[in-house]
């Protein structure tokens, strides 16, 4: 067995198909075909399901595959150290970001990073919160930029900042007077909220504890799929948000007709984490990112500062 043995099996896991993974290694469907048997008649177990028309992962060569991946990836932290003595964030790092963060938070730190690590390789994923918590347990990302706590003790954390939610209302709305919006004067308002696989849509129900009373039960369903969807929707005059307060950043999220400020709500926020696997041995890498990042925040959200 070697690392090259394992990344066939980890290519053929993914694709299910022996001609793509062989391409994708380089290598001819012969040489990884063979490989593969060779790798089976050593660990005297059957990997893979073979039929004329499928391929299949047996139970367990997906723990096979678990722990092949956990191989590579310490594997490439041993051929890391001479270059993190050098840059900590040379080489490639894997980091997702849910959708709702992704397009407002990397315009603000891709190009200091890029200026100040000139030889990192940043690989960037959008995805909902449990797509991504899977991509970190699978491996295949380094770390994810989420605003939800890490669910296990094998995940850990880095807290990054705090971010406030910001409400959003048509200009000609009677909240377009009022100096200072609390809770009571959203309680009689349609809350319009995100699609239920985004976790904004439970934090501002839990959080702010207006959104479930504010929905109603009559008229059209009105659950989008991202924030511009969810502002335009306000322009219209269907209902009142709130959104993280990146998004309003740069005006990002300027509609016309629509307001965006701030509420006197003071649980109306979340907290920004970096949340990691916590074998990952680049924690060095993942802790510079995040102070670049804290770094070039705007005065609209708050840089947590460990204890």
């Known amino acids: 067995m070697n690392l090259r043995d394992l990344e066939y099996l980890i290519s053929v896991s993914e694709t299910l ?21 060779k790798l089976e008649e050593e660990l005297g177990l059957v990997l893979f399901e073979r039929t004329n028309r499928s391929v299949h992962v047996t139970p367990v060569g997906q723990r096979v595959v678990t722990h092949a991946r956990q191989i590579l990836e310490q594997a490439q932290a041993i051929r890391s150290i001479s270059r993190e003595q050098k840059d900590p964030l ?5 980091i997702g970001a849910i959708h709702t963060l992704s397009p407002y938070l990397v315009p603000l730190f891709m190009i200091r990073l890029t200026k100040a690590h000139p030889e990192l390789s940043l690989e960037l994923t959008e995805a909902t919160t449990d797509q991504l918590l899977g991509q970190l347990n699978d491996h295949q ?10 669910p ?22 009677p909240l377009y007077d009022k100096d ?22 439970e934090q501002v ?6 959104a479930r009373r504010g929905l109603q039960e009559t008229g059209p369903r009105l659950n989008a799929s991202s924030l511009d969807t969810l502002v335009q929707l306000v322009g ?26 701030k509420v006197d709500i003071p649980d109306a926020y979340r907290e920004v984490r970096l949340v990691y696997r916590s074998s990952f041995p680049r924690i060095t890498a993942l802790t510079l990112l995040c102070e670049i990042i804290a770094e070039v925040m705007p005065n609209t959200v708050t840089r947590i500062t460990e204890s």
């Not at 391409?23 to 490989?35: I, K």
């Not at 954390?157 to 048509?170: D, M, N, S, V, Y």
């Not at 309680?187 to 699609?195: F, N, V």
């Open 90 to 94: 040379a080489g490639a790092l894997r």
């Open 17 to 37: 198909h022996f001609g793509k993974a062989a391409a994708r290694c380089f290598v001819s469907q012969p040489t990884l075909s063979g490989q593969i048997h």
């Open 141 to 150: 990302i380094d770390g994810a930029l989420l605003a939800t706590a890490p």
């Open 180 to 201: 200072d919006i609390t809770l009571d004067d959203l309680k009689d308002e349609r809350i319009l909220l995100l699609s239920q696989e985004h976790c904004l849509t």
């Open 152 to 173: 296990t003790d094998d995940l850990k954390e880095i807290r990054i900042f705090r971010e406030p939610f910001w409400l959003a209302h048509p200009r000609n709305h």
């Open 205 to 210: 129900t839990s959080a702010c504890r207006v």
């Open 236 to 261: 219209m005059g269907l209902g009142v948000t709130l959104v993280p307060a990146l998004s309003v950043h740069g005006g990002r999220l300027a509609v016309e007709g629509v307001v965006l400020r």
